[in-house]
Each structure stands twice: as C-alpha cells, then as structure tokens.
C-alpha cells in the first residue's frame, strides 16, 4: 500500500522522522497483517447475533473476543487486534471467512489507520474533513500503489512565505509524478479534448462542457518541487501526468514532459507500478523530507496533552 505522508495542510507524523515512520509502517503492517491471519486461524473471531439490533437491522454480527484465553493474547502484538478488530468495529463476519474478503477489510483497516498517521502526532493532531474519507482517488492510491510510493496529496507548501496547494505528488523510489485526475461525467463515453487553451473541453453524448486546463497545475506544481529539491541538490526526474480512469483524452500537441494516463491504458500504467519492486531509496526519503519541512501545517493540541 502506498504511504500517505502528507494531506492537504494536514500536521503529519511524518515530518518528525521520514526515516522512521516510512519503514515502521512497512514492519507494522506486515506484523498486524499476520496478527490477523493467525487470529482468524485460530478462531479469535467469534459468530455472535447482536440481540438488540435483531428486530431493527435483522442479523447483524459483530466480532467478539472469545471466552478461551491463549498464550496469543498475552502478545503485545496482538493488542491492536483486540482493541481495533475484536472490540466494536461492526464488521460483517462474512469479511473475515475467505482470503479475499480478509484482505479487503485490512486494507480498509490500515487505509483507516494512515489518515491517522497523516493527521497527526504525538502531540498535535488536524481535524480530517469528511470529504477525505469520501475520497475514491486517495483510497485508490493508498491501497494499490505498493509500499515504496509515497503520497502527498494535494499539499500546501510553503513558497516564499506563501501558502501553495499543488497536485497530488507521488514519490516512487526513482521518479517523482505530479498527477491530476480528469473525471468525465457519467457517461459510457467521454472525451476531453486537450489544447493549450485555458479551458478543455469534455464531450459525451448528451452534450459538452468546459473544464479547466489541468496542465497550469501541473506545471506549477513540478516548478515548485524543482525549486525545493534543487535547494538540496536532490536530482529526482519529475513526470507531469493526466490521469482519467473513466474517459478518453485527446491532445495530439501533447508539451514535453506531459504524460496521458486515460482509459485505454490506465490499468496498464497501474499495473506497472505495482509490480515495481524496487525498495525505497535514501534519495526519496530526502526529498520526501525536503518537501515536508516545506509544509504548511495547521493543527492543535491533542486533548490528551491538554488533559496532562
């Protein structure tokens, strides 16, 4: 699963310690995720009907701890497992019987537990709008990019004491992408018609419509990151690319250094990042690190630090 460093104007952990928390995440993951394997093997997940709910939802389950103790659940490492799956998540049974379905619901889990990661530390946390947990272009990234990518999604860095909020940036070992996702409305057909011009224009079937040219984005955002990295002498190629799952695009004066990813070949250009193997690199956690310090961050005292 690709990493979320940073969200919006959002404090991250992160910014404390790159280093850390990029390899942290990977251990803590691989650990909760076996945790969990041998929780399910092991019967830690119960069947039980939640009588109060029966005559308002009909037969809801939820997962409980057994009665049985073993030597599993004196574990420190198992303690999450308990407090975040065993104890009230609401989780449908069915999700835990099958390899597939487990796998969904982790995903979902740890998804979950990287807004957290990228909201907050120990100290200061930001308030998550609802819209991010809404967002299906974030959850996409987070959970199919694999764990070498890091994500900075549409940050606000700080450019000459000015607030700048930029595409989304993704960090993979050897490249850096500034990506902007072109939705087409629902339709089975759509195409956007590149141009130089301020406006695109989207045609679909009923009609069309004018949409802003993401190319000024894009642009500024790569000026903006080649700026910081050059500060450091950090020498990472940036890729500018236009992503639309949904619809075609059409440029055919396509500007040097600008990528189309549409529906012909995204699952293509998908895929080939997932099957990057390549481990994180010392160049990427500085230039991750380089662009953090530049963040803006707006945040507040955790309530448990207040309560001290």
């Known amino acids: 699963m690709g990493q979320i460093l940073k969200l919006y104007d959002y404090i991250s952990r992160y910014e404390m310690n790159t280093n850390q928390y990029t390899n942290q995440f990977i251990r ?170 301020r406006f695109w224009e989207e045609r679909f079937q009923n009609g069309t419509r004018n949409v802003l040219n993401p190319c000024a984005s894009l642009f500024r955002t790569e000026k903006v990151l080649a700026n910081i990295l050059n500060e450091k002498a950090i020498d990472l190629p940036i890729e500018k690319l236009i992503i639309s799952r949904t619809s075609y695009i059409d440029y055919p004066d396509l500007p040097f250094g600008l990528s189309i990813v549409d529906k012909r070949n995204w699952r293509e250009w998908l895929t080939k990042q997932q099957k990057n193997t390549a481990p994180i690199k010392s160049k990427q956690i500085s230039a991750a690190r380089q662009l953090l310090y530049h963040g803006e961050s707006r945040s507040h005292d955790r309530k448990e630090w207040l309560d001290s």
């Open 28 to 197: 803590l993951k691989k650990e909760r995720w076996e945790s969990l394997q041998k929780a399910c093997e092991n019967g830690f997940f119960t069947e039980e009907k939640d009588e109060s709910e029966k005559t308002t939802k009909g037969n809801i389950f939820s997962f409980k701890r057994g009665k049985k103790r073993s030597a599993a659940e004196t574990d420190k490492k198992y303690e999450w497992f308990y407090k975040e799956f065993s104890e009230g998540t609401g989780l449908n049974v069915d999700l835990l019987t099958s390899d597939r379905k487990r796998a969904e619901a982790f995903k979902e889990y740890i998804y979950r537990f990287q807004l957290k990661w990228a909201s907050s530390t120990i100290s200061q946390i930001s308030s998550i709008q609802h819209e991010v947990y809404l967002d299906k272009e974030l959850e996409m990234l987070a959970q199919s990019l694999p764990d070498s990518y890091f994500i900075l999604y549409k940050p606000v860095l700080k450019v000459r004491k000015a607030a700048v909020e930029l595409t989304v940036v993704l960090l993979a070992p050897l490249k850096i992408y500034c990506v902007v996702f072109l939705e087409g409305r629902n339709e089975r057909e759509s195409v956007f018609l590149g141009s130089k011009n």
